[in-house]
């Protein structure tokens, strides 16, 4: 008899999803909306760990005001109101009946726990830092970004009464741009294939931390550079903030390892989104793309090194290479389609979850556009745990560069061999000491 009420009971769940699938997605009036973008995150054996915007402002956080901002900012994203459900190994976007708030504590939720409303974002604030969590299976940084500009606007609005301009920020009652909620991984996508594809090589230089191992504690370095001089070397030798970064990084790195024995890669992520036409999409639309550093470029002056690296990215960034790197994910994903449930897509994901990227990463979110509102602001910054190695975030506020180095270990080599490289430049800075943090696995399923 109990079998009996136990299948019944299943098909009714069943049956509940389905219905809450074909009833909204990403806004109210959307349905079947599968992730596929984010696939990938949502296969992690104990979860995906959060990613985390930090703001910390001058003077403690208002609380009520916070909420009041959140308020008025959510009415723009409704995509950010929503939570997954799961049918058959597939995750689908519905909107969420119960609405954003924020809390005052230091402990970041789990995603999709009821704890937060099984929400996807979280807003939470401690003394002077408002966090903003969002999973990665929902957007990437460039997704989730004008939300967190829409929602600094409108505190610093309620806060400090503030007159700033709104110029390039999304207000609660502008419309959606086009293709903001479009998936970028539905259909192929053309390109000349009479093209030959670019290949750079990731077989790079390892540096002894990169290596996959339980660790209970994840650390960061927050640096912050005046924006002025950073940009003025940048402009004399035509470099890009993430050209520049990388090759101070992979310097140090030299530096540190002089016998080193391949190329010391930055693995950068490049925003794809204008080569599928999708300029707006909020949804993760992100490539890594390697970039080398030699032997050879220790002998190379600054603008020697940068021509060298932008022509090895820009080759990848051409148009037809990132639409053919485009179908290449949506061949992953449709074989992960074919497969009939939960188990049998987290065993082949198991198989890239094992991956290393030498020798480590940097991802560029650009500028936070906050207009005169950055005068309230200290700082900005965005990291996540779970990450193998090293990486660096980076985002421009206001008049200075913001920089987390992330780390799976504690060690201040690396930012200590950046920081040298800082001042053979002449460029000032303001370091952190380790900062050690923990972002929580999600909680969108049982395991």
Known sequence: MSNIFTKLYGKMERNNKKIQIRSSGSTPSAKLEKIRSGQSYLYQKNGMESEVFEITFHKKVRGSMLNQAL???????????????????????????MSLTVRRTQNLARLGHISCGYHLVDITYYEKSVYISWHHA??????????????????????????????????????????????PNLASYSFDESKDPVQVSRDAFAIP???????????????????????????????????????????????????????????????IRD???????????????????????????????????????????????????????????????????YKSKQSMMDFFNGMLLNTYIISYLGQMIVNENAQYIDTVGFYNSGSVGLGINILSCGDKFCFNFKQSFESDKYVKAFLRGLKKLGIE??????????????SIIKR
């Open 71 to 97: 308020m008025e900012a959510i009415k723009r994203y409704p995509y950010l109101n929503t939570k997954l459900v799961e049918l058959d190994g597939d995750f689908y976007i519905i909107q969420n009946e």
């Open 275 to 341: 080569a599928l036409n999708l300029p707006n999409t909020f949804k993760n639309c992100v490539r890594s793309m390697p970039v080398p550093f030699e032997k050879e470029f220790l002998s190379m002056s600054l603008t020697e090194r940068v021509e060298k690296q932008r022509a090895i990215l820009n080759a990848q960034r051409d148009r037809d290479n990132l639409r053919r790197m485009a179908n290449a994910s949506l061949g992953l994903f449709n074989k992960l389609d074919s497969l009939p449930d």
């Open 429 to 442: 800075y303001k370091a952190s000491d380790a900062i050690p943090f923990l972002t929580p696995n999600d």
């Open 138 to 183: 929902l957007c990437d940084g460039k997704g989730i970004k004008p939300f967190v500009e829409s929602l600094i606007y409108y505190y610093c609005k309620f806060r400090y009464n503030s007159k700033a301009k709104s110029d390039g920020i999304r207000l609660a009652k502008s419309p959606l741009l086009p293709d903001e909620t479009t998936e």
């Open 209 to 271: 931390e990169n290596v996959i191992e339980k660790h209970d504690t994840d650390y960061r370095y927050d640096i912050q550079i005046p924006a002025a001089a950073f940009m003025k070397v940048c402009k004399a030798n035509h470099a890009t903030p993430t050209i520049l970064t990388s090759l101070l990084v992979s310097e140090g790195i030299a530096e540190l390892y002089p016998d080193f024995d391949k190329p010391i890669n930055a693995n950068l992520a490049v925003d």
